[in-house]
């Protein structure tokens, strides 16, 4: 196991143990408590006038063997950089409850997702939606859509998974844009490209991708491996494979962070290094040279959906005072197995009728939620 899977793996005791904004709170899925969820969700705030919706989360996530929950939030998601306005949902129902099905098994009836003790109304009455301005791709979004409840509900975990049940009474007869950050686990993983690479004193500038021949996206999974490759180097420059669970801030400041203030003009810092490879020495291909490193990803279910960031560093002393090309940036995204996924939602626009429709398609996913209360 190399570095950057050992650097995994510790990923999910780090992130079991972290504490959201305040020790009575907890953000999931549990990766959301570092960085924003990996998808986005117009749902339930995108019909005026009526709709109705549940998600099912599984309860493990959520604690041990019971909670007492206080109150839930959203946040808006920041891959979109649209400007929401704010408004009012006159009256605004949360009931949560036990629930007789799964994440894997959420059926599209209302009734039919309900467990011992159906549904316990926990909020009745005007929410407010605040006006969302655009943030930072990458940064982190404040919970600002908060659901207090009226009562502490009791959660327990033998009991079954956890189900919220979210509803404007009426049939929507209009939509208004409102989206809020979401989670999605499909079959596969995905890549992704960020920022510009620097150049090497022979002008060539270094190509960081992942190769999809040898690891095709269904093998970015927990249990699978993802091939790094940077290409297009006239020379073996040394080259160290970066590792990053953060694109906010590194040890020099904030990101993304040109490095023109070191004697590197053009070389951007998109991530923080928070494993390296070592120098991995490229080899010839065709008439240039790259690079390789295999990454395995640990067997380990509750990683899927996280995302981490790479980025290579290339020793060249003709290129700069430095003597250190970068790479652009490099994010991936872990897909996991939907036999046993986090959460599932479904819906409607119209709060009378008995069914509803999945939200995600090609995989299961619900919106990244931020549970008050305490945890046992």
Request: glycine share 10%.
């Amino acid at each position: 196991m190399n570095r950057f899977s050992r650097s995994l793996l510790l990923v999910v005791p780090t992130l079991a143990a972290l504490p959201a904004t305040a020790p009575a709170q907890k953000a999931l899925p549990l990766y959301a408590n570092v960085q924003d969820g990996n998808a986005q969700s117009y749902f339930p705030f995108v019909y005026v006038g009526g709709s109705r919706y549940q998600q099912v989360w599984d309860g493990s996530q959520l604690c041990t063997t019971s909670a007492t929950l206080n109150s839930i939030a959203w946040r808006r998601d920041t891959q979109d950089n649209t400007a929401f306005q704010g408004r009012t949902v006159p009256t605004f129902d949360v009931s949560i409850g036990h629930a007789a099905t799964t994440p894997s098994t959420l059926s599209t009836t209302f009734a039919a997702n309900w467990g011992g003790g159906g549904p316990t109304l926990v909020f009745s009455g005007p929410l407010n939606l605040p006006a969302q301005s655009p943030v930072p791709p990458f940064a982190l979004a404040t919970f600002n859509v908060g659901v207090p409840f009226n009562a502490p509900f009791n959660y327990t975990r033998a009991a079954g998974d956890l189900l919220i049940e979210m509803s404007e009474p009426g049939q929507a007869q209009q939509k208004q844009l409102y989206s809020l950050d979401a989670h999605f686990t499909g079959k596969s993983g995905y890549v992704f490209t960020i920022g510009e690479p620097g150049a090497f004193g022979s002008r060539e500038s270094p190509n960081l991708f992942y190769d999809s021949r040898t690891h095709p996206t269904s093998s970015i999974v927990p249990g699978g491996a993802i091939e790094l490759v940077v290409s297009n180097l006239a020379s073996p420059y040394p080259t160290s494979f970066v590792f990053g669970l953060d694109t906010r801030l590194w040890a020099a400041g904030p990101l993304p962070d040109d490095l023109g203030r070191f004697g590197a003009p053009g070389n951007t810092v998109y991530t923080s290094f928070d494993a390296l490879s070592g120098m991995v020495m490229p080899q010839p291909a065709g008439s240039r040279y790259e690079a390789r490193f295999l990454t395995p990803i640990p067997a380990v279910p509750s990683l899927a959906g996280l995302g981490w960031f790479n980025q290579t560093v290339s020793l060249d002393p003709t290129a700069n005072p430095l003597a250190a090309v970068l790479s652009r940036g490099l994010a991936v995204v872990l897909g996991g197995s939907q036999s046993a996924p986090e959460t599932a939602m479904m819906g409607t626009a119209d709060s009378t009728t008995p069914t509803g429709q999945p939200i995600f398609s090609g995989g299961e996913g619900g919106l990244v939620t931020l549970f008050g209360g305490t945890f046992n």
